[in-house]
């Protein structure tokens, strides 16, 4: 039983969201923010941008945090 408790990962309420969901979603929202600001010939649609780049590094450092996170698990249990 202690062996299946240790296998099994506890996932928590954050552990749920995905690094990638942030990374998608900045991509996107960028996407469609440089193509609204095309489509109104308007430079204030870009402003947009800022918030689509926040999300990105959000998932970026998120995916860094949980490797490193792996690792040092990894490595603990190898000691």
């Known amino acids: 039983i202690s062996l299946l408790k240790q296998t099994?990962?506890?996932k928590s309420e954050g552990d749920k969201w995905k690094w990638w969901y942030f990374v998608l979603f900045g991509i996107c929202y960028g996407?469609?923010?440089?193509?609204q600001s095309y489509d109104k010939?308007?430079?204030?649609p870009l402003g947009q941008l800022f918030f689509a780049v926040i999300c990105i590094?959000?998932?970026i450092w998120d995916f860094q945090y949980k490797r490193k996170k792996k690792r040092a698990a990894l490595q603990q249990n190898q000691q």
């Not at 996407?31 to 193509?35: H, N, P, R, S, V």
């Open 8 to 10: 099994t990962p506890s």
């Open 31 to 35: 996407g469609y923010a440089i193509w």
């Open 41 to 44: 010939h308007s430079i204030k």
């Open 57 to 59: 590094c959000i998932g």
